[in-house]
């Protein structure tokens, strides 16, 4: 049972969607809203509510090609502050991702010892029950 209640999730979802927006843009400003929502498999008004809140925050600052044939063209930019935001959120992510491995690891251990009884057997097929050991010799 998850002690994490649905707003957490919902705030650690839109913090993750924030950092990988931030990833993303960092490598590549000219990608568009459009594509970022296709990448990360969530909807366009998801990434277009991301990006307000990031250009509202300071974070990010969208430049228009004026000069471009397709106007609806953008390059989105990141601020020193959507820098400094991102290096943040990369130490945090990174931080959880060791806490979920590390605990991963101790329930692949956990796991490993439930079946150690059934390590008896070489292999699973040749035990007429594993359940009561009759392991062939």
Not at 3 to 18: N, Y
Not at 50 to 71: D, P, T, Y
Not at 87 to 104: G, I, Q, W
Request: one cysteine or more; charged letters at 25%.
């Amino acid at each position: 049972m998850s002690l994490v209640s649905p707003l957490q999730k919902l705030a650690g979802f839109q913090e993750e969607i924030q950092f990988e927006v931030l990833r993303r843009l960092h490598k590549t400003p000219q990608t568009s809203q459009r594509m970022l929502a296709k990448d990360l498999g969530v909807g366009l008004g998801t990434i277009n509510f991301c990006f307000q809140a990031l250009i509202e925050k300071g974070l990010v600052k969208m430049h228009n090609f004026n000069q471009s044939k397709n106007k609806l063209r953008y390059a989105y930019w990141l601020t020193p502050a959507g820098v400094l935001e991102k290096s943040k959120l990369t130490s945090e992510f990174l931080r959880r991702k060791v806490a979920d491995y590390e605990a991963l690891q101790v329930e692949i251990e956990v796991l490993k010892a439930e079946m150690s009884p059934m390590n008896d057997c070489l292999c699973l097929e040749d035990c007429v029950s594993p359940l009561e050991n009759d392991c062939p010799p």
